[in-house]
């Protein structure tokens, strides 16, 4: 089982700011995800990476942008938070043959 | 295009039930995996199951049983004796071969197991 951390887990923030979300996976995987999920809604993917300096968008359209430093760290920022980015943001990551394991969450709210 | 249909939206049982959870998925990769993920109230999501399409064996774990049928395209997921625990919404999710490790999910089914 992979140990996968996100930070903050609920951040509540006014419109304009900049933010950025952190994930951390302690299991060496090379791929890691980024997916948007709404309330009771299905989750989207919004980036990804299969190693360092790799990146990519992915099927959801997404005002944030990632970077990937170092394997273990994956994070998202935001440059300016609007109420529309009010969402749940999952992490991911997997070795290969696809399994993901999944973080936390952090549930964000713009106001 | 991938896709994972999910038509139960919500299912409420009572605890000891049986429960089936039907995932329909189209896809026109020859290789792909499918996948079970809960998620509890808590949010975060627990893997449950992987099942590449080459093994078409349905597989049991505990009360958790997966019957996958390539004929119809589906990977149903059945928790015997249901328990208030299991109570949360239960995702299929679909990933192709060539290099996409990306996972298309269904929109998810909430279960609600009441005692």
């Known amino acids: 089982e992979a140990d996968i951390y996100q930070t903050p887990r609920y951040l509540v923030i006014g419109t304009g700011k900049k933010i950025t979300l952190e994930c951390s996976q302690t299991?060496?995987?090379?791929?890691m995800y980024w997916y948007q999920q709404d309330p009771g809604m299905e989750l989207h993917l919004i980036h990804y990476?299969?190693?360092?300096?790799?990146?990519e968008k992915g099927d959801l359209s997404s005002e944030s942008t990632v970077s990937r430093i170092r394997t273990e760290h994956f994070p998202l920022t935001l440059e300016s938070a609007r109420p529309s980015h009010t969402s749940q943001y999952l992490c991911?990551?997997?070795?290969?043959?696809?399994?993901?394991?999944f973080g936390p969450g952090t549930r964000l709210t713009v106001t | 295009a991938q896709k994972v249909t999910q038509a139960q939206t919500e299912i409420s049982v009572v605890e000891k039930e049986d429960v089936t959870l039907d995932c329909v998925y189209e896809t026109r990769d020859t290789t792909y995996y499918l996948f079970w993920y809960k998620q509890p109230p808590s949010g975060e999501l627990v893997f449950l199951i992987r099942r590449n399409s080459f093994d078409e064996q349905n597989e049991i774990s505990g009360r958790y049983s997966w019957n996958f049928q390539k004929s119809t395209s589906s990977f149903n997921f059945t928790i015997t004796a249901s328990q208030v625990v299991d109570s949360a919404v239960y995702f299929c999710a679909l990933s192709g071969q060539g290099g996409s490790e990306k996972l298309v999910f269904g929109k998810g089914t909430k279960l609600t197991v009441n005692p």
């Open positions: 991911a990551s997997s070795e290969w043959e696809n399994e993901q394991y």
């Open positions: 299991m060496g995987h090379d791929k």
């Open positions: 990476s299969y190693g360092v300096n790799s990146t």
